[in-house]
């Protein structure tokens, strides 16, 4: 039976998963690399949440300094570094004036503020205590209850020396950002792919316009509700209507959370001079915000993005407890920024599937 030698077979070499060329293995390290990378920029915002706050309010202040500019050119024509220099001065002369002017009535008013309002404090909880609402006993902290809600306080501004240090910081960034901010701008989009950078030149002017008409609106708002709350309050013979009506201004540029601490303060004040004052307090406030809610905002919200009220108070509590007191300030421009660049990134994918306008010219389609 002669049968020839076997037949062996030739052995196909496939690829290992240590060989890059494989189509599944590239795949799969692309995805790990994607996770991996998430992680690492989850820890790095944790780990690195007092910098990159600091760096969020130089650009914010940047955008202040940018809007301010832009105003100004509209009535001198002059260049643009000499209209950041003269919206410095305006806006760090207009600070020192009322320090200066106000700020001895003012500073002697912020100790008897502090002793009214424990006092009122000690006589609601009293009041509480003697429906049982809570224990009796000596009187709690309500300050440190407060702020160990909002959540852990940032070390760069647990005091008074990091405050001064970190705001001389934000100036410092914001200054340096609003010289130059096509540089930054290029430095950003070098980092990105080329077909995406136009993307990005887009939404960015998205951004910027959107947040100056934001904080400027803010701005507007905050000197509604300071000057008609003090000159109101002192109509009504409140005690430090003109404190109360500074503390209201500077409140305001923090929504949901300013209207309210700022309307307590005012009650609590109010009735320590008696009921009509106290009532008078109550009304004055629901007045201001009425009008701010009603005919302010809604003005501004149709320039620039309207944020849902819950939407806001959700993302403050959330950056409050996650960064403490900077993350609270600056909540609502973050907001609205990531609101923005995501209806942005919407409209371009649905234009390029052929089911909406995408943006021309660098503003963005009607809504």
């Not at 502090?114 to 902290?141: H, Y």
């Not at 905050?222 to 005690?239: D, H, K, N, S, Y």
């Not at 993005?305 to 993350?327: N, R």
């Not at 909406?356 to 503003?363: E, H, L, R, S, Y």
């Amino acid at each position: 039976m002669g049968s020839g030698p076997p037949t062996i077979e030739p052995h196909v070499e496939r690829p290992g998963p240590a060989e890059f060329r494989d189509p599944m293995v590239v795949r799969e390290l692309k995805r790990a690399a994607v996770w991996f990378g998430l992680a690492l920029l989850i820890i790095g915002v944790i780990v690195l949440a007092q910098p990159l706050l600091l760096i969020v309010g130089g650009m914010i202040f940047a955008v202040f300094l940018d809007g301010g500019a832009r105003l100004i050119g509209r009535f001198l024509p002059i260049g643009r570094g000499f209209r950041l220099l003269l919206a410095l001065i305006i806006g760090f002369g207009f600070i020192g004036w009322v320090f200066w002017y106000a700020g001895t009535t003012i500073a002697a008013q912020f100790e008897a503020l502090r002793i009214v309002v424990t006092a009122q404090f000690d006589r609601l909880m009293e009041f509480a205590a003697s429906l049982g609402l809570v224990p009796k006993g000596p009187p709690t902290n309500l300050g440190s209850q407060l702020l160990g809600s909002v959540g852990r306080l940032t070390s760069a501004v647990g005091s008074a020396l990091g405050a001064i240090t970190s705001v001389i910081l934000m100036i410092v960034i914001g200054i340096f950002l609003a010289i130059e901010p096509r540089i930054y701008d290029r430095g950003i989009a070098w980092m990105l792919p080329i077909r995406y950078r136009e993307q990005f030149y887009r939404i960015a002017e998205h951004v910027g316009f959107t947040l100056r008409r934001l904080l400027f609106g803010r701005l507007l708002g905050m000197i509604f509700e300071g000057f008609f709350t003090g000159i109101l309050l002192w109509l009504a013979g409140v005690p430090m209507a003109a404190l109360l009506g500074l503390i209201t201004g500077l409140l305001a540029f923090i929504p949901n959370i300013g209207a309210i601490t700022s309307g307590v303060l005012m009650v609590a004040v109010g009735f320590s001079a008696g009921p009509h004052q106290g009532f008078a307090a109550i009304i004055i406030y629901f007045f201001v915000q009425n009008v701010d809610g009603y005919l302010v905002i809604p003005y501004i919200a149709r320039r620039t993005v309207d944020l849902a009220p819950a939407v806001v108070l959700a993302m403050q509590l959330l950056m409050g407890a996650l960064f403490g007191i900077l993350g609270v300030l600056f909540a609502d421009p973050i907001l609205a920024a990531l609101k923005v660049a995501l209806m942005d990134i919407s409209r371009d994918h649905a234009a390029e599937e052929g089911e909406g306008p995408k943006a021309v010219g660098g503003k963005p389609p009607p809504a």
